[in-house]
């Protein structure tokens, strides 16, 4: 480990710099801006050293508004007068008075229209939010429009949820509840959003599908692409995001005014390749996206930045002889902003070599969104390596000199389950998703992030509004830089690590620790129906006997690991364990949500649920239409768990029965 | 290639002793003797000095005839009177008279009903027939009882059919002119098929799925069941096979007896394993059914036999101290005459170890089906292979002593488009299916077959009837056993050459050369609707660049192959190629078949078509109802097609970008 840890200290920091060089101006995916900083980052890419650099383009549906016919929400007065209108844009914050092409807050992927109906304030627009005002309060919100504040879960939930309802419209506003933290002042005198700012963002529900034109394959120039009826994800109502003071004035009747444009617009990934020495046809990948909403200074340019400074550290390297073990790939995405396009086109353009090759991948999206301690999701089987790098990271934190990242993050946040930092599951919102979701690749990604026990706000105030600027990190979230040095030591380790080690840094027996906390908790669920269990003899017996047999033959596996002569061989059956979990039949009407352990929320994309298909199943039970059916298809998902738990054991054990 | 010369010698063939002891008592799929067998074939092979063998039950759907109430076809009188009803039973053949537990002809999984009404002739049953009665005769199926001849298309598709064309039920029957040669005497005189004799077989339209109960996952105790009503392929009709002797009474109004019972049955597979000297983690398997309708006497007891001399064969090697490179599976097939079951149930219950570590399957069915030459039905990677063997193996024929079996085979059945014998697509209707159509593992099958030129009948005349002895092909197909023989050696010879060869024996030159024909045929397909072409822009040029693209990486892989330091990366390339044809989302409608080069015909599952989503995009175009779906259905399959053919050229590339 004493490699590794002098290849992370080498991640002599830049991301100041570069934060302030990739923030200057808009890059908004499919604009001109975006292409040209493809291609700086490519020549640079190329200086610092790696044996190839390539842009990729695909051609994917991406949605603007429409520049000479702009978007508002009006109230109107009882003779269709429109007496208030909502901002075109946001108050352009100081110093950047003079960039033109600042696209203002829009929904994209929003149906155009302009209808008009009273408002139904819906909360978050969550699924219990709509059942609530349905079930309990008698709200019926078909054929009206509906406001919902953002927060708690990803817009795109939140319009699907309303079209379930019947509405015909959807606003979105940003409640200083959970856009504003107690005791700071709106940016640029604190980090909360200013009253003007507004959440940007797209609306899809792609359920992992990428470009909504070419599901399952990558949007090059030949492809057949469906029409936009049969395209997969897009609202088919409109919606728009307002701020807080534009809010308050929404109590009346409503018209909303939505012009904004879907169209097929050419994107651009850059790719970096580092050729293994030992092992050229194992890769490991570390991918961040490029495009921003406005200038990006904490998403995606604050993770941008590391992916950079990782590329320049490996160059470095390189100069002084060193060679990595297994092949590096870098990737800077674009359209993730859109729905993780650019990353999903190339999973899907490359998905046979990276099903046969890919050993890992780790994301490098927003390296801060808080001022607390390090936040880590990802696949068990990392836990054990993301431990261990951080015990050879320094704190970045005042007052902790001398202790580790590790010591700093244990202390501020120990897990409930165990005497470690806690580590969350993935979920989705960001590049990883087809990577680990769709074709089960062991990922995971690190970031700086605030209090979760005591900071309600949601994300970070400025999200994705015109705020997100170098000077609200410099001045704010790390003055010093040394928290996204931390950071980027992390993902910089685990590249590192995984590319070099020997014997694969992945762990097994933490998966089975995993599957039996999950598998407890799903029967915990479950256990919510007593009386229906018994009475359709619901068991879960399998599903704990293929865990118990996944521990035996994990913990097995890890013995014979110390003396294995083989290691390509057992280096196969670690890289493969992720892909054992993935199921080519999908979910049940997610057919590009592959992994039987863990997918997006279905009501909320991107939280993590484990067990995903049984959980849907006993979803809301109580309230089926048809009891026997609802509950057989509890029965069916948890046959095809323990199934892909036991297939996925088999593969741990020796080649040869 | 002289140490596989060797080996394929050392196949000292027992067939004719095998074929006799394996063909005394009938071994249906989950009947006591057929598990007895079971347990004979592991303890020999144990003795024979493999290093594991094991059987593995499935519970899978079969159906049985009921034993106390037959099944049967009757006249009826305008009073409903049954004036004539066909035979329950065919003739025992002389020497088993005393055997009990012959199954009476039936069709396995046919609906329970006693339809009556009058009967329609609907010639072969297929696609076109209906066509013609319906769009050129003007007569109209719906409601009545269809009668088809047996011959040119699988069983099922015939069943199918007439479901489409609205029947209540199905009778087929063997009409001399599909079922008898020329010249030749009924059996036991001779091999034709008896006038009493009829064809039993499963009328499933499975599509790949195995177990109609459990699609997609292996049948285990714990795995759940659908409903029968929701079960993949059963057909909704009555279906039963009689013989001529009782055709040629049915004129007139009929009514069908059918009281076949569907029951979860318990099956075994034998599963031996040689452990890989090198490389353990590389399969090459060689699989062959055991079940058989009665005796089994062709089908499938000379392939059985093959697989047990080829076992009886390595392990007299391994006393010599051999052991293979890579690791072979010997696989003992039960219920294939149900559907491919215990084949297909295997490959869901391993799916994922195969996907990683399965270099090649080999297929061993009937060994003989005729006495004319070799009929080989293979990837097109593997067409050099099988050249190569069978040079190296004798002609088995009468006056070709010092002739080689490609010689024989060149002599008597060239090929059109080259100077070498004539090797087929595969299409299914054997235990294959899985491994080469779901999870694209290269397969192959040889045996020996009839003058496909002159021979106009269908399979072979006692097919699936009583008259399948051990006598049959100890009397007229094989008398000295030498084409089995013949056939053992071509079998044998390609498991111990891809389980040997340092670098593995697949030819990706062959499969650009394949490619290239696929697509110049379906684009003459295509070209038979000029002005819709060029209405709806249809383009094939994306089609014929991928395939291009694929030929120069194709030659530039077997260049550096030439050279190549690194096997094991070149060797996974090899292996993986297969693999990279497949798809996860499958043919419309088909999601087992998931390659997107071959797939059996959608009208005749015997048959394999390439490039089948075009294929079938195409099929009867000019009477779809939608113009512009269907055309544009032809683009997205085009479209699809390109794609799989670049992203396998991509696997051949070198590794690093």
């Given amino acids: 480990m004493g490699a590794v840890r002098m290849r992370i200290m080498s991640l002599v ?343 046969e090759r890919a050993v890992a991948y780790i994301n490098a999206d ?24 951080t015990k050879k990271v320094s704190s970045p934190e005042e007052g902790e000199e001398g202790m580790t990242l590790y010591q700093s993050w244990h202390k501020r946040d120990n897990s409930t389950e165990r005497d470690a930092p806690w580590i969350s599951k993935l979920g989705s919102g960001s590049d990883f998703e087809a990577y680990f979701i769709r074709l089960g690749i062991a990922s995971g990604r690190a970031r700086y992030t605030k209090n979760r026990k005591t900071e309600r706000y949601s994300s970070y105030p400025v999200y994705h509004s015109v705020y997100e600027t170098y000077e609200i990190v410099e001045r704010f979230y790390d003055p010093s830089f040394r928290r996204l040095e931390a950071v980027a030591r992390v993902r910089g380790g685990l590249i590192f690590s995984l590319a070099d080690s020997p014997v694969l840094p992945l762990d097994c027996v933490e998966y089975a620790m995993s599957l039996t906390k999950y598998a407890n908790s799903i029967y915990q669920l479950a256990l919510k129906h007593p009386a229906a269990m018994q009475q359709h003899s619901v068991s879960f017996d399998s599903l704990f006997f293929a865990v118990e047999n996944f521990t035996v033959v994990a913990r097995d596996f890890h013995q014979r690991l110390d003396h294995a002569l083989a290691v390509r061989m057992v280096n196969d059956q670690l890289m493969y364990l992720e892909r054992a979990f993935t199921d080519p039949l999908g979910l049940p009407g997610r057919p590009f949500y592959r992994h039987i352990i863990f997918a997006p929320s279905s009501h909320n994309k991107y939280a993590g649920e484990s067990f995903p298909g049984i959980y849907d199943a006993l979803f809301d039970i109580e309230n089926a239409v048809d009891w026997q059916k609802a509950w057989d298809e509890v029965k069916r998902q948890i046959s095809i768990a323990a199934f892909t738990v036991n297939a996925a054991a088999e593969t741990l054990k020796p080649v040869v029965s």
Avoid at 307 to 318: I, N, P
């Fill in 366 to 389: 927003s390296a801060i969104e808080g001022m607390y301690t390090l936040r880590v999701d990802c696949t068990p089987s990392l836990h054990t390596l993301v431990y261990d790098i």
């Fill in 13 to 355: 920091i830049h991301v100041c710099h570069l934060n302030r060089k990739f923030t200057r101006l808009p890059h908004l995916a499919g604009s001109q801006q975006n292409l040209d900083l493809a291609k700086q980052i490519r020549d640079e890419w190329m200086e610092f050293g790696l044996d190839s650099v390539e842009l990729v383009p695909y051609d994917v549906l991406l949605s603007y508004p429409n520049k000479t016919n702009p978007n508002y929400i009006s109230i109107v007065d009882h003779l269709g007068t429109e007496i208030f209108n909502t901002s075109l844009a946001e108050p352009v914050p100081e110093g950047y008075e003079d960039v033109t092409d600042i696209v203002p807050p829009y929904s994209a992927f929003s149906a155009k229209g302009q209808p008009e109906d009273e408002l139904v304030y819906v909360n978050y627009g969550r699924t219990e939010d709509f059942f609530k005002l349905e079930r309990e309060l008698g709200i019926n919100c078909s054929g009206k429009i509906v406001i919902a504040r953002y927060g708690k879960i990803f817009r795109g939930n939140k319009v699907k949820n309303a079209m379930l309802a019947g509405a015909k419209g959807i606003v979105l506003f940003s409640d200083p509840a959970d856009y504003c933290a107690d005791g700071v002042e709106p940016y640029p005198d604190g980090w909360n959003l200013p009253g003007g700012g507004a959440q940007r963002g797209n609306v899809l529900n792609l359920n992992g599908a990428g470009d909504p034109l070419t599901p399952g394959y990558p949007a090059k120039e030949y492809t057949y692409r469906s029409s936009l009826e049969d395209a997969v994800g897009l609202p088919k109502i409109p919606v728009h995001p307002i701020g807080y003071h534009d809010a308050v004035h929404l109590l009346h009747k409503v018209r909303m005014n939505i012009h904004t444009n879907n169209q097929v617009t050419r994107i651009y990934n850059v790719i970096g390749w580092i050729r293994g020495a030992v092992e050229p046809d194992r890769y490991v990948i570390l991918g961040g996206h490029r495009d921003a909403w406005v200038f990006g200074g904490i998403d995606p340019v604050s993770g941008a930045a590391v992916v950079h400074e990782s590329v320049r550290a490996a160059g470095k390297l390189m100069k002084k002889g060193w060679r990595p073990r297994r092949t590096l790939i870098f990737a800077s995405w674009d359209a993730e902003e859109f729905g993780l396009l650019g990353s999903t086109e190339w999973a899907e353009d490359h998905a046979r070599v990276l099903q």
